[in-house]
């Protein structure tokens, strides 16, 4: 069973950093797209980062686009995914999610919602101003 848990979430003040951790487990997770999205108060659901299998591809979100960073740690049995975000704005508060997609390709990376078949429950993110 696929499983994705996040963690670093908490509360920070206005330009302060916070990193955010996706562990993921069930499958051989280096042949998987990761992305990070984030669902503010009273917003859907939206794109922040993604990164490809191999890690040598990403896109961000202009919103954060400059100030966060995703990046993956692949292991044999065990991926995990960071977020790294600096620069903190009150606009940045939501809850995070991690998603999984199982790909062929080393390059690929994906930005919808859609593309995505397993998700994580969530770490919230509170920036104070």
């Known amino acids: 069973q696929v499983q994705l848990v996040e963690s670093g979430g908490g509360l920070v003040q206005a330009g302060g950093s916070l990193r955010l951790s996706c562990a993921a487990s069930g499958r051989s997770f280096s042949r998987y797209a990761m992305g990070w999205f984030r669902q503010g108060p009273g917003k859907e659901r939206e794109f922040v980062a993604a990164?490809?299998?191999?890690?040598?591809?990403?896109?961000?979100a202009d919103s954060v686009k400059g100030r966060f960073t995703i990046s993956r740690d692949n292991a044999k049995n065990t991926v995990t995914v960071y977020l790294q975000m600096n620069s903190l704005k009150p606009e940045d508060t939501a809850v995070y999610f991690c998603a999984a997609e199982e790909t062929v390709f080393s390059t690929n990376y994906y930005t919808k919602e859609g593309n995505y078949d397993f998700w994580g429950q969530g770490t919230q993110v509170t920036v104070s101003s």
């Open positions: 990164i490809s299998w191999s890690g040598g591809r990403t896109s961000y």
